[in-house]
């Protein structure tokens, strides 16, 4: 085994041997800024650094320019005390070149600055840039000649209170061949606005973009089989390498508010591709399905399990979760030799969405020298579960506006049973589940915005006849059980976990109130 890694370690250094003779240090990185109040904003440069190249700054500038506005600017960042953690998912035993020893690297630093714009434009860019690449990277033609260019954008004019979308997990560094990889870099926005994740080009530090060597591009940064997927609306990406190296991966993205692009931010990072024998760590959906998508009516609480595995037998895994800042769930974790966790989320009226709510999962092994790991996205859509229609809110959120006209896309050309007394007017009106569902598990019934039993363009109509309006949640009535009084169960255990053996009682009527046979 030591043979084994330090084998394993010494391919690992002859790959990199030029990014220490080019001295580079910055990995990658990303920009993005929080709003503080009329034109102030604090601005956060996150830099990933591998510990062989030259120290990180003290400082760092940011640029702002807007065009339209003819402004430029340039503030210095200064690092955040404490910043500089290792990131390196390195195994107990193995020294990284953060601590002096042979593998690589990668430690995080933070730098932030606050300032006041001076003008209020459609079109800022902040960003940094810092030379050079390293030479050892494969997918960009002649790397070292090209410098690295990260940025976020604002449009202060039009939408002049916004925090930019930031991420919430660190990035995956290393990869290995022959492995299928999910990779969720955990993007989220604190005003809820909508979020599009994409993969773009790579820039130099002129702001133009890279050249790419022969099979690579920048969707598909990683040559892989099959090639790379990228989820846009929860961000995962399903990568196979089939081949060594050092490759770089940008992602994009975009934030919307009422279907106006408002911002943009790109996380610029190296990627090393190895070779190697574990297996990765992995999860099986929400209670064991598969599935990574769900939802509840508004007002309950949802309860869901986690569980994770490892093909291979000796190892252990541990699993974390990055929940949307806007709730507050209670996680409890399993632990054990394969981890499994239990998400509890009370809900109410106040959370009800057409967006889901994401939760990104990390789960990780003891690998050595490197330890395995993986990242995914669940999705939980709180609805209302309004048994009217609203002719208009086709995803029956409470309101009529332009999310609802995506429903009608999805579902075009379903046919179900025509509401009776149907019209176009911003009324409940009782309906008939069709029994086809959106993602977000919304009857098809609520997108047949007319009431025709056929859902296709002419359903836009109640949309503009309607848009604005909202509407009050109305459930249907939960019937009456009057056989049925003081029923209960009794746990003889308060929690339990995967494969817990516990028993439950079933208690009918009580003394004061007896069931009678």
């Not at 990055?322 to 239990?342: E, K």
């Not at 025509?418 to 309906?431: C, F, I, K, L």
């Not at 209960?488 to 046979?517: E, H, K, W």
Request: net charge negative; aromatic share 8%; hydrophobic share 35%.
């Amino acid at each position: 085994m030591k043979r084994t890694l330090n084998l394993f370690i010494g391919v690992l250094t002859t790959l990199l041997i030029s990014f220490k003779a080019n001295a580079s240090h910055i990995m990658g990185g990303d920009v993005s800024y929080s709003w503080l109040g009329g034109n102030n904003y604090q601005f956060e440069l996150t830099l990933y650094r591998d510990c062989s190249g030259i120290p990180a700054p003290a400082n760092f500038f940011l640029y702002m320019s807007s065009q339209s506005c003819g402004l430029s600017d340039t503030l210095t960042l200064t690092q955040v005390s404490g910043t500089g953690q290792e990131i390196t998912p390195i195994c107990p035993g193995v020294q990284s070149t953060c601590n002096g020893g042979s593998a690589m690297g990668v430690q995080k630093y933070v730098y932030q600055a606050t300032t006041t714009l001076t003008g209020n434009c459609s079109d800022w860019v902040f960003y940094s840039t810092d030379c050079c690449r390293n030479g050892s990277i494969t997918n960009i033609l002649t790397p070292a000649s090209y410098g690295i260019y990260i940025s976020a954008t604002l449009d202060n004019l039009n939408f002049p209170f916004n925090n930019s979308p930031s991420f919430g997990n660190d990035p995956i560094v290393f990869l290995t061949t022959g492995g299928t990889h999910t990779i969720n870099n955990g993007a989220f926005d604190i005003d809820g606005d909508s979020l599009a994740i994409s993969l773009t080009s790579a820039l130099d530090m002129t702001g133009f973009p890279v050249s790419y060597a022969s099979g690579f591009s920048p969707s598909n940064p990683i040559i892989s089989s099959p090639e790379m997927v990228t989820n846009p609306f929860n961000g995962d990406i399903t990568v196979t390498p089939t081949q060594m190296g050092v490759d770089v991966v940008v992602y994009k993205v975009d934030e919307y508010r009422n279907g106006q692009l408002i911002s943009s931010v790109s996380r610029d990072i190296q990627v090393i591709i190895n070779n190697s024998t574990n297996q990765l760590p992995s999860i099986n959906g929400i209670n064991g399905s598969g599935s990574f998508v769900t939802s509840i009516c508004a007002g309950n609480t949802l309860q869901f399990t986690i569980q994770s595995s490892d093909a291979d037998a000796g190892d252990s895994t541990f699993i974390s979760i990055q929940s949307p800042g806007n709730l507050n769930p209670v996680i409890s974790s399993f632990g054990g030799q394969q981890d499994s966790v239990n998400v509890t989320l009370p809900t109410d009226t106040s959370m009800i969405s057409a967006q889901a709510y994401i939760f990104y999962i990390t789960v990780i092994d003891n690998a050595c020298p490197y330890k395995g790991q993986q990242q995914y996205a669940i999705e939980v859509y709180i609805n209302a579960c309004s048994q009217d229609v609203w002719p208009g809110d086709a995803n029956s959120d409470l309101t009529c506006d332009l999310y609802d006209v995506l429903p009608i896309g999805v579902a075009c050309g379903a046919a179900g049973p025509v509401r009776s007394g149907a019209s176009t007017a911003w009324a409940a009106q009782p309906s008939t589940d069709w029994g086809q569902t959106l993602a977000s598990s919304v009857d098809y019934k609520h997108v047949d915005c007319n009431g025709d039993g056929i859902i296709d363009n002419n359903d836009t109509t109640a949309i503009g006849l309607n848009y604005g309006q909202t509407h009050p949640l109305r459930l249907a009535p939960v019937p009456s059980l009057d056989a049925v009084n003081n029923i209960y169960l009794i746990a003889s255990r308060d929690s339990a976990g995967p494969s817990d053996t516990f028993a439950v009682q079933t208690v009918l009527g009580s003394s004061m109130n007896p069931v009678n046979a």
